[in-house]
T-cell receptor
Framework: ELKVEQNPLFLSMQEGKNYTIYCNYSTTSDRLYWYRQDPGKSLESLFVLLSNGAVKQEGRLMASLDTKARLSTLHITAAVHDLSATYFCAGANFGNEKLTFGTGTRLTIIP | NAGVMQNPRHLVRRRGQEARLRCSPMKGHSHVYWYRQLPEEGLKFMVYLQKENIIDESGMPKERFSAEFPKEGPSILRIQQVVRGDSAAYFC???????????????FGPGTRLLVL
């Protein structure tokens, strides 16, 4: 059974700083997703990573996937306040459509 | 193109009542998933449906919970005889799976927040 762990669970950082959120998974995952959730809102799809070495970037966020290490990272560059949210990673196995989510990382950007 | 629609957005029920949650997938999507999010936790998979078929219900509690996705109309998640522990946010997601191809992104609806008194 696929298990997904994220760390840290909570992250408070100053504007302008860089930081990385880590997502480890327990067994082979065919694909890895990153979602953002604002308080009381739904999940917004950020990235889907399909192969080893995949790297995707959107604005100040960059996601990467290392399937050998069973690790995905979400890197935040020069954080700004509107990036404050909870970020989830989720994995899925080939032929199995259900997503297994990590516990989330609650990110707070301090001015 | 409207996104995934869910209603109601908020639902209050007393213990023992029934809760019905509705989900209309994005246009062109024929696959629906239900997830539950307890306060301060991640989302947990409940059930995966295609039109008129339940594909995977491995995350559904064995009792009181049922789901359907009829040929016409929205998908419905039904919770009978609700208890306080059912209080959570229930999210529906949809995807468009091309024949023989997986790896499609799931797009989430706004959720239904169920409160059981």
């Amino acid at each position: 059974e696929l298990k997904v762990e994220q760390n840290p669970l909570f992250l408070s950082m100053q504007e302008g700083k860089n930081y990385t959120i880590y997502c480890n998974y327990s067994t082979t995952s065919d694909r890895l997703y990153w979602y953002r959730q604002d308080p009381g809102k739904s999940l917004e799809s950020l990235f889907v990573l399909l192969s080893n070495g995949a790297v995707k970037q959107e604005g100040r966020l960059m996601a990467s996937l290392d399937t050998k290490a069973r690790l995905s990272t979400l890197h935040i560059t020069a954080a700004v306040h509107d990036l404050s949210a909870t970020y989830f990673c989720a994995g899925a196995n080939f032929g199995n459509e259900k997503l297994t989510f990590g516990t989330g990382t609650r990110l707070t950007i301090i001015p | 193109n409207a996104g995934v629609m869910q209603n109601p957005r908020h639902l209050v029920r007393r213990r023992g009542q029934e809760a019905r949650l509705r989900c209309s997938p994005m246009k062109g999507h024929s696959h629906v998933y239900w997830y539950r999010q307890l306060p301060e936790e991640g989302l947990k998979f409940m059930v995966y449906l295609q039109k008129e078929n339940i594909i995977d219900e491995s995350g559904m509690p064995k009792e009181r919970f049922s789901a359907e996705f009829p040929k016409e109309g929205p998908s419905i998640l039904r919770i009978q005889q609700v208890v306080r522990g059912d209080s959570a946010a229930y999210f529906c997601a949809s995807s468009q799976l091309l024949a023989g191809v997986t790896r499609e992104t799931q797009y989430f609806g706004p959720g239904t927040r169920l409160l059981v008194l």
